[in-house]
């Protein structure tokens, strides 16, 4: 496993170390000592989900206010343009994001711990998304931020995605609730 820094120092990009012949691959997703010895941060994961999308579907930008979530997302099947926005107002890197391609290619895997907000868009046919959580999702402490808020400035891939009423409805993050 390799760490690669971003330029917002609290998200990382994970790089696992890939074995791969003729017969296809095999890397290990995740591994706590490892995790622990590269970042120094000991991460509880209690939850794992599975979010399969089409092209241009967009989720996000989500988080949960009051039992916030750090995440570790991967793409088993396809490729996303991935984001994580920094909602702490303590934070001097509030407000900023950083973005990257993940893919069943690449392999790579981003951590986003708490206090970020994040989504992503589907950039293939469809994608298959895995994270794991270090929160229970807890749909009273939901919320969002508009994918599109001018004041952020994610240049996202695709101009007209496929949204849920609730990210079509989501408020700006100056409207939006953050962290202390």
Not at 8 to 33: K, M
Not at 38 to 46: A, I, P
Request: net charge negative; charged share 25%; proline share 6%.
């Amino acid at each position: 496993m390799k760490i690669i820094p971003t330029a917002l120092p609290d998200i990382l990009i994970v790089e696992p170390q890939v074995f791969g012949d003729e017969r296809g691959f095999f890397f290990e997703s995740f591994n706590r000592r490892r995790f622990v010895e590269l970042t120094g941060q000991d991460v509880d994961f209690v939850q794992d989900n599975h979010s399969h999308s089409a092209r241009n579907v967009l989720r996000g930008l989500h988080y949960q206010i009051t039992r916030p979530q750090g995440k570790l997302v991967r793409v088993a099947q396809g490729e996303i343009f991935d984001v994580a926005l920094d909602i702490r107002r303590s934070s001097p890197t509030f407000g900023r994001h950083v973005a990257i391609a993940l893919s069943h290619e690449n392999k790579r895997m981003l951590w986003v711990p708490e206090g970020f907000a994040h989504g992503f868009v589907v950039m293939s046919e469809s994608a298959d998304v895995l994270y794991k959580t270090t929160a229970y999702w807890a749909p009273e402490f939901e919320r969002c931020i508009a994918w599109d808020d001018p004041a952020i400035g994610i240049r996202w891939p695709v101009r007209e995605p496929t949204l849920s009423a609730k990210d079509r409805e989501a408020p700006s993050l100056a409207q939006a609730a953050h962290f202390a």
